[in-house]
């Protein structure tokens, strides 16, 4: 009887938190659906009275849409390969190979761990001026090709593959490149999926950095375009909502075709063989 009390209890606070987290996206599509009036109505109404499917077309037309797509589809994806690529090198150079200051430089990477990254704006964007990169893409993905996080994410992933594969190809002629690349890197699969998508996620969300960096319209991404929605006399917020699932639905469709690499990489991290 308490087994059973037990395992209603956790499914009940399950679906508790289902419905909490799942409670904003369904006022957003609600409301993108609303007029302008019924979305500031007070008290507010939960259901339109009539179906605005036209606040989605008026998104392309009051915003560059396509445009900022692009930049942002391109940005993301640029961060992602190089995160991939950048923090793969790094963790496993942290994991397997023996250097002189190893422990200390991998102590410092943890250390940036536990400073907010706000402090880190101003030296980026003087450093992206001083490249002369100022309103250009270049600028947008440009400090997110690597990252701390990524790095000592994808070292515990090597740390926990068994050291006998390493030494069977090392009997095989391997270098430690090939090592990485034919051995390694195969093995983590899942490590690098989470590590993609949680980079995917930053950099399609990422709104104050695109806004620092770039004042051409031609070069913001989609939720600096969105915000600027905001920032207007008076703010549509049906078509402001409807704007925000376009943009999302890239995301969440990515997730959702990848959760079950994601749910086992973050289960997997700080386990160790």
Known sequence: MNKKIGKFMIYFTLICGGILSTTPFVWMLVTSLKT??????IPPTMFPSKVMWNNYVEVFKLLPFGKYFINTLLSTLIMVIGQLVFCSMAGYAFARLQFWGKKKIFLVFLTILMVPGQIYLIPQYLIIQKLGLLNSLTALFLPGLFSAFGTFLLKQFFETIPRELEEAAIIDGCNPFQIYWRVMLPLIKPALITLAILTA?????????????????????????????AGQRTTNIPIMMAGSLVAMAPMLIFFIIFQKNFIEGIASTGSKG
């Open 201 to 229: 996620l930053y950099g399609w969300n990422s709104l104050m950095w695109p806004l620092i960096v770039n004042t051409s319209a031609s070069k913001m991404t989609l939720s600096a375009g969105l915000a600027s929605l």
């Open 36 to 41: 302008m009036g019924e979305s500031t109505q």
